[in-house]
């Protein structure tokens, strides 16, 4: 992560100020769940209080009046009422839908206050119950109020969103039915993808902004490796070794792991060798599935997502992933690192009229399955405290379990599609969810079994921020396409993009593993000479030993000589050949005895030192 000036924050003090903020934001989210309680509390008593009017009211009426057509539906009559009064906003907000109760009630509309989507949101729902349909009416509706969108279209089917949507008969009466002004409407979009692995604006992150943490999580570290991975990161930082890649990071592991770097690694304390090596061959792995691609420079600068079309609406950026479908634990760390680097560059915001960006989190499950302790803390600090920069999220998922339930407790909107009940577990599930709405007629337990397709219960937070009545809605159709938009559209779309020049082709800077290949090369090359150095060394001491050993032979013979100059005493055998020369004419002559004589010489005329 970095500091808004780009420089690399000091992972002690970021810790420390992580802590504190938690600690602030745990305060704040007591006292807001306090005041939610109270809210609630107040609210339950006033429908309790409405739905005995009400049956006091029928007990009377009843007689004169034929059944209201409501009567067909799970609700009372007040209840329907208590639904109308509980979505009427005073301030902008988006339509979800149209409350059903036996049918369509075109007047009883179904919302979202705009300034409440940074509340968060789920929306779950059996496969194919309608998840991505209210998503994308959701995305739709947030671009024409001018707030941008940012949003994973996992199986190519959002993309529909960037072509004006087809009438039909089926689709006019649907949104005749539900009191919705259909126009089919083609909305501003951006498509982007990992690493560019398909087509779309390449999104890359470097290492060192990625950090331990999410990396952890894509290489399936358990904790204690990811705990020596973040040693590893800090060690980069305080060496000043940038980590764009993954052969930055490579390198730094194996220089930990070698000879000059022994030294290095045990100073660090608490990393294991063997832990190195196993990070690094996870790393290498990864690194072999083609996951190169999606780290290095240029970084996406996640204010990209944050931009207006010229007329003024929000642009829809989709992350395009079908590239990388069998990479889940993937794209799903890549999406939280965007969140997590949007929070770090956001300014505090407060509360606002309306979102700066919504972030739409589909196939959610991926984030949180196999997740750490650390990661899933580091996830509910962000959804917590991310809000308050002017981000909404809202997290899109088959079964709400998925998500865990610290992050679910700060998830104001809820939209429930269908659920199955075919198997234990799946009736289990059922059960758990019931359990997490607010109290109402409804026998939730059955309703949830029986909405129909691009039906949901509804709730979400009101502008008091207390949850509204819970409400069988038929969702709005989008305007735009619910087929994905022609491939070549997508292209012709991302060739004219702007973004195109900044991020379409990876450079590859100088960085930790330039800068460790020349720190090995400047070792090894010392290394070189200094055995140079040693070898000259032993080299002079062998010389000088032959040179005290000729000299001391040398003396003996100059001292034997000397003796033989005085008169002889004794006769010499005149056999050999030898003999007829004198002493110093054999010394003298022989070829071995030249060379000493010249080099002793050397020294006896005082130059000492034979070299
Ligand atoms: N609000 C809606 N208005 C009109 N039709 C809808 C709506 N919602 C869903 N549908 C219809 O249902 C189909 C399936 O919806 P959708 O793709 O949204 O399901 P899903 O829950 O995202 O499925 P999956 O889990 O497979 O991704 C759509 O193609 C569309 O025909
Ligand atoms: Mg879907």
Excluded: C
């Excluded at 450079?507 to 720190?519: F, I, N, Q, Y």
């Amino acid at each position: 992560m970095t500091n808004a000036d780009g420089s690399a924050i000091d992972p002690y003090l970021a810790q420390a100020q992580a802590d504190a903020r938690a600690a602030l934001d745990r305060a704040q989210a007591a006292a807001e769940a306090a005041q939610a309680a109270l809210a609630e509390a107040t609210r339950r008593a006033a429908e309790a209080s409405a739905a005995a009017q009400s049956a006091a009211a029928q007990t009377v009426a009843a007689p004169e009046q034929p059944a209201a057509p409501v009567a067909s539906g799970p609700l009372s009559e007040a209840a329907v009422e208590a639904v109308r009064a509980g979505y009427d906003f005073a301030g902008e907000a988006l339509q979800m839908g149209a409350l059903v109760n036996g049918e369509a009630i075109a007047d009883v509309q179904v919302r979202i206050p705009l300034g409440m989507i940074t509340r968060h949101g789920l929306v779950a729902g059996a496969t194919g119950t309608g998840k991505t349909k209210t998503l994308q009416g959701l995305a739709e509706q947030l671009s024409a109020a001018g707030v941008p969108v940012f949003a994973a279209d996992i199986k190519g089917d959002l993309s529909g969103i960037a072509t004006a949507g087809a009438s039909g008969d089926k689709l006019a009466e649907r949104t005749r039915g539900i009191g919705q002004d259909w126009t089919s409407t083609a909305f501003p979009t951006e498509y982007f993808t990992l690493g560019g692995v398909g087509t779309g604006v390449p999104i890359r992150a470097t290492i060192t902004s990625f950090g331990p943490l999410l990396l952890s999580k894509v290489l399936g570290l358990n904790e204690t490796q990811e705990s020596s991975l973040g040693l590893v990161f800090h060690y980069a930082d305080s060496q000043g070794l940038p980590l764009i890649d993954l052969s930055d990071l490579r390198s730094v592991l194996s220089y930990l792991q070698s000879d000059e770097g022994k030294g290095e690694l045990k100073e660090l304390g608490g990393l294991s060798p063997a832990t190195v090596g196993v990070i690094l061959r996870e790393l290498i792995t990864f690194a072999d599935q083609g996951a190169d691609v999606f780290f290095g420079e240029p970084e996406i600068d996640t204010a990209e997502f944050l931009r207006l079309a010229s007329d003024g609406r929000g642009i829809v950026s989709l992350l395009e992933v079908p590239g990388v479908q069998d990479k889940p634990a993937l794209f799903s760390t890549f999406l939280m690192w965007l969140l997590a680097d949007l929070m770090n560059d956001l300014p505090e915001a407060g509360d606002l009229d309306k979102p700066k960006l919504v972030f739409f989190f589909d196939e959610a499950h991926l984030l949180f399955s196999g997740a750490s302790k650390d990661f899933l803390a580091a996830i509910t600090q962000t959804v917590r405290l991310i809000r308050s920069k002017g981000v909404g999220i809202f997290f899109v998922t088959q079964i709400p379990k998925d998500v865990p339930g610290d992050v679910l407790a700060q998830l104001g909107s809820r939209v429930q599609h269908q659920l199955r009940a075919h198997t234990p577990d799946d009736a289990k599930a059922l059960r758990q969810t019931v359990q997490t709405y607010p109290v109402s007629e409804y026998d939730l337990g059955e309703v949830l079994q029986s909405l129909a397709i691009g039906e949901a219960i509804v709730t979400v937070m009101n502008e008091k921020g207390a949850p509204t009545p819970v409400a069988w809605t038929r969702m709005r159709a989008p305007q735009g396409s619910m087929d994905p938009t022609p491939m070549a559209d997508i292209e012709a779309t991302v060739q004219a993009s702007p973004l195109l020049a900044r991020y379409g082709v990876a450079v590859d800077p100088d960085s930790a593993k330039e800068m460790l290949a020349r720190r090995l090369d400047a070792a090894s090359a010392a290394a070189a000479q200094a055995e140079a150095a040693e070898a000259a060394a032993k080299e002079s001491a062998k010389s000088e030993k032959e040179r005290l050993a000729a000299q001391k032979k040398i003396d003996a013979e100059y001292d034997r000589l000397a003796r033989q100059s005085q008169p002889r005493r004794t006769t010499r055998t005149s056999s050999s050949r030898r003999a007829s020369k004198t002493p110093i004419e054999q010394v003298l002559g022989s070829p071995v005895a030249k060379t000493i004589l010249t080099e002793v010489m050397r020294g006896i005329f005082g130059n000492a030192r034979r070299r």
